[in-house]
């Protein structure tokens, strides 16, 4: 599996990277158990993940409560991520879509909502990962359809990027 994805992950991390230093922010989102990695991943981005650096922009938008429940009552599920992207993201910056199953609708919204602002799109699934994967500029797709092991390969996969991003980020100064 490192072999077979080594280069989506290095792309993943390049594309972080260079959105972070042109100064935009990465956005999160998912749902259950990939929402509390989209909390996970805004924190190591926020926070540190191995060293000491300066903050990195990062923002999970299935975080605040408030925000989805009246979106969720006054328009749809559905609209929960989208309509956050449409207020908040801007063409320098990257969404990351994550679902295990690649099917999650309000995942799909919001990866579409930031392809029409022009922000880069990335997107988290296993196997087969569809429409996710077609949604989005570059996919990781677990080669699984368990959701226990692609939440397991999900988060090492993170890790690594979190790792490759800051290293970059601290040497660019």
Same mark, same amino acid.
């Given at each position: 599996?490192?072999e077979?994805?080594?280069p989506?992950?290095l792309?993943?991390?390049?594309?972080?990277?260079?959105? *972070?230093?042109g100064?935009? !922010?990465?956005? *999160?989102?998912g +749902?259950g158990? &990939?929402?509390a990695d989209?909390?996970?991943?805004?924190?190591? %981005?926020?926070?540190? %993940?191995?060293?000491? #650096?300066?903050p990195?922009?990062?923002?999970a938008? +299935?975080a605040n409560?408030?925000i *989805?429940t009246?979106?969720? +009552?006054?328009?749809?599920f559905?609209q929960?991520f989208? #309509?956050? @992207?449409?207020?908040?993201v801007r063409?320098?910056?990257?969404v990351v879509?994550?679902?295990t199953s690649?099917?999650s609708?309000n995942?799909i919204a919001?990866?579409k909502?930031a #392809?029409e602002?022009?922000a880069?799109?990335i997107? %988290?699934t296993?196997e087969?990962g569809?429409?996710?994967? &077609?949604?989005?500029d @570059?996919?990781?797709?677990v080669p699984?359809?368990? !959701?226990p092991?692609i939440?397991? @390969?999900?988060? *090492?996969a993170?890790?690594?990027?979190?790792e490759?991003v800051?290293e970059?980020?601290?040497?660019a100064?």
């Amino acid at each position: 599996m490192a072999e077979e994805h080594t280069p989506t992950l290095l792309a993943i991390a390049d594309r972080l990277t260079a959105r *972070l230093l042109g100064g935009g !922010t990465i956005f *999160l989102c998912g +749902n259950g158990g &990939s929402a509390a990695d989209a909390q996970h991943v805004a924190g190591e %981005f926020v926070g540190r %993940f191995l060293k000491e #650096r300066r903050p990195l922009p990062a923002v999970a938008l +299935n975080a605040n409560t408030s925000i *989805l429940t009246a979106i969720g +009552n006054d328009y749809d599920f559905e609209q929960v991520f989208a #309509r956050q @992207v449409k207020a908040l993201v801007r063409p320098k910056d990257v969404v990351v879509g994550i679902s295990t199953s690649g099917k999650s609708p309000n995942v799909i919204a919001a990866m579409k909502a930031a #392809r029409e602002i022009g922000a880069e799109t990335i997107g %988290f699934t296993g196997e087969p990962g569809e429409p996710l994967g &077609s949604a989005c500029d @570059v996919c990781f797709k677990v080669p699984s359809g368990l !959701t226990p092991r692609i939440q397991e @390969v999900h988060i *090492l996969a993170w890790h690594l990027i979190c790792e490759l991003v800051e290293e970059a980020v601290a040497h660019a100064g």
